[in-house]
Nanobody
Framework: QVQLVESGGGLVQAGGSLRLSCEAS????????MAWFRQAPGKKREFVAG????????YYADSVKGRFTISRDNGKNTAHLQMHSLKPEDTALYYC????????????????WGQGTQVTVSS
């Protein structure tokens, strides 16, 4: 059974940092593009960052570019999202997602999802 398990969320003050982790039980993890999405109450789920199967290419939403960094470790079946200079508007439930082959920005394209980890940024 495929599982994606996120960790690392929490409460942080504005300007602070958090590092999210996603552990994937995908048998062919290196075949998958990995991404982070987030969803705030009353809002649609939005793309935050994505990384290709090799880690060679990364993609970011404009709102997080320069503050967040996505990475992956294919030897450990993990993906990470390092978040710096956090803002109150970054508050959301953050999800890890996996898609065979590609990284796209549409949540409907992804095959597997985690349960999410809450990030709350206080002002």
């Amino acid at each position: 059974q495929v599982q994606l398990v996120e960790s690392g969320g929490g409460l942080v003050q504005a300007g602070g940092s958090l590092r999210l982790s996603c552990e994937a039980s995908l048998p062919d993890f290196s075949d998958y593009g990995m991404a982070w999405f987030r969803q705030a109450p009353g809002k649609k789920r939005e793309f935050v960052a994505g990384v290709t199967w090799s880690g060679g290419s990364t993609y970011y939403a404009d709102s997080v570019k320069g503050r967040f960094t996505i990475s992956r470790d294919n030897g450990k079946n993990t993906a990470h999202l390092q978040m710096h200079s956090l803002k109150p508007e970054d508050t959301a439930l953050y999800y890890c997602a996996a898609q065979k082959g590609m990284v796209t920005r549409g949540p409907e394209d992804y095959d597997y999802w985690g349960q999410g980890t809450q990030v709350t940024v206080s002002s």
